[in-house]
């Protein structure tokens, strides 16, 4: 099955800076990554996604990029807010299941 | 819109005891069913799929059991709860492989 990694487990940025969080995975018939904010008490949500035939996807402060030869993608936050606090998940599509990487807790100080 | 329901956000059990926490969806047809499990706060372990009713798929052998007696109902059960068996529980959906999952509010199981 699919196994993904993600790295660091532990970010801590100041306000103001820019977070990268990194995931690899193993299938390469996967083709569709997701990324999830989970804030303390509460369910994960969509923050941003990216599909295998796009490189790169932006929103606001939010960019993914995806690298398919290398099997790995990453979260770019820019000017990080202490609202961006959180966990935050990569996954990656299997056959029919979505499997998640271990977070990242992302600490922004003011 | 579709909603994803599941319950009790908390609970509370005895080791030994049975476990049923339920979870349906609206507003959809044939919805990939999940099952995860979050321990200390951490990491979403996958326990259980469903691609439609009567198919189960299980990630990982644990004192656990999922059904989905009906298309957008999906139950995850125990007979005999351990101590391990603490943790976040969270349901989610999916239309088809490879679109965003939608995540229930979760169950917080404490086993005492």
């Known amino acids: 099955g699919e196994n993904v990694e993600q790295h660091p487990s532990t970010l801590s940025v100041q306000e103001g800076d820019s977070a990268v969080i990194k995931c690899t995975y193993s299938d390469s018939a996967s083709n569709y990554f997701p990324w999830y904010k989970q804030e303390l008490g509460k369910r994960p949500q969509l923050i941003i996604d990216i599909r295998s035939n796009v490189g790169e996807k932006k929103d606001q402060r939010i960019a993914v990029t995806l690298n398919k030869t290398a099997k790995h993608f990453s979260l770019h936050i820019t000017e990080t807010q202490p609202e961006d606090s959180a966990v935050y998940f990569c996954a990656a599509t299997g056959y029919s299941t979505l499997t998640f990487g271990k977070g990242t807790m992302l600490l922004v100080s003011p | 819109s579709q909603t994803i329901h599941q319950w009790p956000a908390t609970l509370v059990q005895p080791v030994g005891s049975p476990l049923s926490l339920e979870c349906t969806v609206e507003g959809t047809s044939n919805p990939n069913l999940y099952w995860y499990r979050q321990a200390a706060g951490r990491g979403l372990q996958l326990l259980f799929y469903s691609v439609g009713i009567g198919q189960i798929s299980s990630e990982v052998p644990q004192n656990l059991s999922a059904s989905r007696p009906q298309d957008r109902q999906f139950i995850l059960s125990s007979k005999k709860l351990l101590l391990s068996d603490s943790g976040f529980y969270l349901c989610?959906?999916?239309?088809?492989?490879?679109?965003?999952?939608?995540f229930g509010q979760g169950t917080r199981l404490t086993v005492v």
């Open positions: 989610a959906w999916s239309a088809a492989r490879g679109t965003e999952a939608f």
